[in-house]
């Protein structure tokens, strides 16, 4: 996994039996500037191809009236508010 200024790039999924309960595990090196500024950040197409499109369908609205869907440059992306290093 890629983390570049707090968005995430070339993620994978651990778990696909459990799209609703979407965890976050980081392995990747986290250089100054790179997640510093809040939640991490991870493109609405990428979760999309990660947890299928029934399942998006599915999840995107929730995730938009818990707030965790932003826009970042222009682009919808999914927000993990809650991480910390490990």
């Known amino acids: 996994m890629a983390v570049f200024e707090g968005v995430i790039y070339n993620a994978r999924l651990l778990d696909d039996g459990a ?3 979407l965890t976050l595990t980081v392995d ?3 250089r ?3 997640a510093d500024e809040g939640p991490l950040l991870m493109p609405v197409p990428e979760l999309i191809v990660l947890i299928g ?3 998006a369908d599915r999840l995107l609205p929730k995730y938009r009236a818990e707030g965790r869907i932003i826009s ?3 682009v919808a992306h999914l927000s ?3 991480w910390e290093p490990g």
């Open 80 to 82: 993990f508010p809650f």
């Open 72 to 74: 970042h440059q222009g």
């Open 53 to 55: 499109k029934p399942a």
């Open 32 to 34: 100054p500037g790179d």
């Open 19 to 21: 799209p609703d309960r």
């Open 28 to 30: 990747a090196v986290l």
